[in-house]
């Protein structure tokens, strides 16, 4: 039976118009005439049976329907140029993992270690993705993910890896030629913060005795290693996990003002779908990551 799927040229004529919401310069981008773009836009609206573009006077723009296929049909086009790209570079010999990573993780913890990987299975290609929330297999090309929270996942198994410990770093300029802080001289200092846990550093304070202390103030930033480069750079102290800054602290770049840490209530997993668990490759991987994991809980107690 023939498919119902519309030419790869339309989908890219109007990926692109979407993009630029404009026929001419996706026209440009596409080394095509204006003309031939709007032939190809009208050939797709005439096989799907929707506008997908307003069209006023000189101007173009999407249609709610538009906006919706639009967003379908660029996260379509970037899996199939994925597949493409992946299958041309292992011309076919190869396998590939698609992993989802919290960013913070993959550039302080995976990335790090991943040439051991490669140096044991060499045919397999790791492709990393940041994704920080979770999200449904079914709706994604990926065969597993790094979650931070609960071992709870609609429809996957997890696998334990560590814990996490949070603690307190700045520039040794802040300290002003100290060596270390009090709790109660940290309450003074400018606290930076990481947007998604805005409560983490009143839950530092409650573990040194320091309930009612307002934590709130200070500068909030989306990312970790956001955090980590405005303490470099003498903006406060951070709360952050040990993991990401153990070189940072041991180059001098980063001190920790005060020794108590927070011990996280969530942990670091390895979450795959479970029609995925007798996946060869998936199954090499992850037996690999849990040796990982094990020889950095034995050696930081996580």
Same mark, same amino acid.
């Given at each position: ?85 992946? #299958?041309?570079?292992? *011309?076919? @010999?190869?396998?590939?993992? +698609? /992993?989802?990573?919290? &960013?913070?993780?993959?550039? $302080? ?64 300029? #802040?300290?002003?030629? *100290?060596? @270390?802080?009090?709790?109660? +001289? /940290?309450?003074?200092? &400018?606290?930076?913060?990481? $947007? ?68 996280? *209530? ?37």
């Amino acid at each position: 039976m023939r498919r119902k799927i519309p030419g790869t040229e339309l989908l890219i004529a109007f990926e692109t118009a979407a993009r630029h919401q404009s026929f001419t310069r996706a026209a440009e981008e596409l080394s095509l005439t204006q003309s031939a773009v709007c032939r190809q836009i009208a050939a797709l609206e005439d096989f799907l049976g929707v506008k997908l573009f307003d069209r006023v006077k000189k101007r173009v723009t999407l249609s709610e329907a538009g906006q919706v296929y639009a967003r379908q049909v660029r996260e379509s086009l970037k899996r199939f140029e994925h597949d493409t790209l992946s #299958l041309m570079a292992h *011309r076919g @010999a190869g396998r590939t993992l +698609e /992993l989802a990573v919290i &960013p913070t993780f993959a550039t $302080s913890w995976l990335i790090p270690r991943l040439g051991d990987f490669h140096a044991a299975h060499p045919s397999i290609t790791v492709d990393l993705t940041a994704r920080a929330e979770p999200f449904m297999f079914t709706d994604t090309p990926f065969d597993a993910a790094i979650h931070f929270g609960d071992p709870v996942w609609p429809g996957a198994l997890a696998e334990y890896l560590f814990g996490e410990e949070i603690v307190p770093v700045c520039a040794p300029a #802040l300290l002003g030629g *100290r060596v @270390a802080l009090s709790p109660e +001289e /940290l309450v003074e200092m &400018p606290l930076l913060h990481q $947007s998604a846990r805005p409560d983490a550093w009143r839950e530092w304070f409650e573990g040194v005795g320091l309930g009612a202390v307002n934590a709130m103030g200070g500068a909030r930033f989306e990312l970790f290693s956001m955090l980590v480069t405005a303490a470099k750079f003498g903006l406060g102290v951070a709360l952050v996990p040990s993991f990401f800054v153990m070189k940072d602290v041991a180059a001098g770049e980063l001190v920790i003002p005060c020794k108590h840490v927070l011990k996280s *209530r969530r942990s670091y997993y390895l979450v795959y779908p479970e029609n995925k668990a007798g996946s060869p490759t998936l199954q090499l991987f992850c037996a690999w990551l849990l040796r990982q994991a094990e020889a950095f809980r034995a050696t930081t107690g996580n």
